[in-house]
């Protein structure tokens, strides 16, 4: 893929980004990275840490909003800054979409960790999420 995996998008009082993957699951783990390159510098997160995140939702769509609010949880609640994601596993079961993934970070450091933003949650504001050509594409955008 020549294609950035993910882009910040200008917006007037959010922050909102468009992210790429060749498959749904690179989806996901790219919405990872880029999620943790605008809380703090993706180079100072280290991976000494593993946790596990699953997710039910009722729509592939609600899927991939709720795995950004499991990263952002970690961030917010437990101060974890999720580096990157491992196995990622979408499947359904019955009239659920399912997720599962193994996260790799570090705690939260301000002495070596420089905060670029506060985010606070992810929004349903000019949100798209699917398969167009090739490429799996999500636009979100973030309050900050």
Not at 27 to 54: D, H, K, Y
Not at 75 to 88: D, K, R, W
Not at 112 to 127: G, P, S
Request: proline fraction near 1%; include cysteine; charge should be negative.
């Amino acid at each position: 893929m020549n294609e950035s995996v993910w882009e910040a998008l200008e917006h007037t009082s959010d922050l909102e980004l468009l992210i790429r993957g060749a498959s749904e699951e690179e989806l996901f783990a790219n919405a990872a990275e880029a999620l943790l390159a605008q809380i703090v510098e993706p180079e100072s997160v280290g991976e000494s840490e593993q946790r596990r995140i699953e997710a039910r939702s009722e729509s592939v769509e609600e899927r991939f909003l709720d795995w950004l609010r499991e990263l952002l949880y970690c961030v917010i609640t437990q101060g974890f800054l999720v580096h990157h994601a491992e196995g990622v596993r979408l499947s359904e079961e019955g009239d659920r979409y399912r997720l599962e993934a193994v996260v790799c970070g570090e705690m939260l450091d301000l002495g070596r960790h420089n905060l670029l933003h506060e985010v606070k949650t992810v929004t349903y504001q000019d949100f798209l999420y699917g398969k167009e050509g090739d490429l799996w594409r999500a636009r979100v955008v973030f309050d900050v």
